[in-house]
């Protein structure tokens, strides 16, 4: 198990940017594979992107934001871009151990953190 704590979060305007953190603490965290989700008011969580050896991305947020992984920090960060008053919810990172192919599905995942609420106002 590892422990998954966000950060980063805020105010943003539309076209701006934020970079979310995520930083673990327990067993090492480059073993694991690690998603960020989302979850707008009245919605439900959805994939945003994940990264294994390799990243992957909802359409929605493709070429805007960007995942990445720092091993030594034992953090993930999401650098969103141009962003849009459509990005506004919490937003939870979540790990699952192994490194195999990238999962989408929030029942692939058992390590999640609090969430950070990020919102864009047009």
Known sequence: QVQLVESGGGLAQAGGSLRLSCAASGRTFSRYAVGWFRQAPGKEREFVAAITWYTAYADSVKGRFTI???TAKNTVYLQMNSLKPEDTAVYYCAARSGS???QT?????????????????S
């Open 68 to 70: 990445s992984r720092d």
């Open 100 to 102: 195999g192919a990238v």
């Open 105 to 121: 599905s929030m029942m692939e995942y058992d390590n999640w953190g609090q969430g950070t609420q990020v919102t864009v106002s």
